[in-house]
C-alpha cells in the first residue's frame, strides 16, 4: 500500500463525495444477509458502515493500511465493531484490522470483497488480484472502485507549473505521485492471471464538486504534494493551487469498476 500519511478524522468530514460513489457499488453487490466480507481499504467506515446494515448475520472484516482511518473507522462504526479473536465469521459485525492488501492473509476463505477508491493507491495489481483471489471462496465475487485511466487529469495539468516554480520546486525534484490509474482492459487480464474466472471491468466519469474544495483537495486527491512539502508551505501551496480552479471547484474523476468472480 502506499506510505501516504492519512488523516482519519478529516477524511471521515469531507469524503462525502467518495461515499456517494462508494454507495452506488454498494448497491450492486447482492448479498442475502448471512456472508462474510472483506472490505478492501475501509477509510474511515462510511461504506463499512452500510455494507454492515446489509449483513444481519454475517460479518466484515474491514481492512485498511492506515491506523488513523481504522480509529477513525471505530469511533464511527461504535457498537457494530465487536473483538474478534477467532477470525471470519466469529460474530463480530465489523471486525477492523490495520492490514496492507497486498500482505492479506485469512484463515478462512471469505464469500466476497468490496473495495471503494483504494486499489489506485497500491502499484502492483497482480499481486493485489492475487491477494484477494487467495481470499476468496470458488465462486466469490470482488466488486471494486478506484481511480482509473484519466483519473484528475485536467486537476494535474493545472497544478505541473505550481510544482515547477519556487518555493515549491526544490521539494518535487524526483516526485512520483502514489497512483496506479489502470485501464480496463489490463485489469481485466490481470485479474485473470490471478485466477479469477470471470471478470468486467469498465471506466465510468464520475465528476466531483466537493463543498469544503480546500480540505477535500488537501485531504485527498493532493495529499501526496501537501506532504511532499515542509509545514511551513502547505497552505500557501493549497491557496495558489485554489487561485487557479475555476469556480466552482470540480474534481475530474473517472472511476474503474471491476466486477470479478473466483
Not at 471491468?201 to 466531483?208: R, S
Request: hydrophobic fraction near 40%.
Amino acid at each position: 500500500m502506499s506510505q501516504r500519511e492519512w488523516d482519519g478524522a478529516s477524511y471521515d468530514r469531507i469524503s462525502g463525495p467518495m461515499a456517494a460513489m462508494g454507495l452506488e457499488v454498494l448497491a450492486r453487490l447482492q448479498l442475502n444477509g448471512d456472508e462474510v466480507v472483506i472490505d478492501a481499504g475501509c477509510g474511515s467506515g462510511r461504506i463499512t458502515e452500510a455494507l454492515a446494515e446489509r449483513l444481519p448475520r454475517g460479518c466484515v472484516i474491514a481492512l485498511d493500511a492506515s491506523p488513523s482511518m481504522i480509529e477513525a473507522a471505530r469511533e464511527r462504526l461504535g457498537d457494530l465493531v465487536e473483538p474478534s479473536s477467532n477470525g471470519a465469521g466469529a460474530g463480530a459485525r465489523v471486525e477492523l484490522r490495520v492490514e496492507d492488501l497486498l500482505e492479506l492473509r485469512c484463515e478462512e476463505p471469505v464469500d466476497a470483497v468490496f473495495s471503494t477508491a483504494t486499489f489506485h493507491w497500491i502499484a502492483d495489481h497482480d499481486l493485489l488480484f492475487s491477494r484477494l483471489r487467495a481470499a476468496l471462496k470458488p465462486g466469490g465475487r470482488l466488486l471494486a472502485q478506484c481511480g482509473g485511466e484519466g483519473n484528475i487529469t485536467q486537476l494535474r495539468g493545472r497544478i505541473v507549473p505550481i510544482t515547477r516554480e519556487a518555493p515549491f520546486a526544490e521539494h518535487f525534484e524526483g516526485f512520483e505521485p502514489p497512483w496506479n490509474y489502470a485501464g480496463p482492459q489490463q485489469t481485466r487480464e490481470r485479474l485473470l492471471r490471478a485466477g479469477f474466472a470471470e471478470a468486467r471491468c469498465w471506466l465510468k466519469e464520475a465528476p466531483q464538486t466537493p463543498d469544503d474544495a480546500r480540505e477535500f483537495l488537501s485531504t485527498i486527491v493532493l495529499g501526496p504534494h501537501v506532504q511532499q512539502l515542509p509545514a511551513e508551505l502547505r497552505e500557501r501551496f493549497m491557496d495558489e493551487v485554489l487561485a487557479l480552479l475555476p469556480r466552482p471547484v470540480t474534481v475530474d474523476y473517472v472511476r474503474l469498476n471491476i466486477d470479478a468472480i473466483a
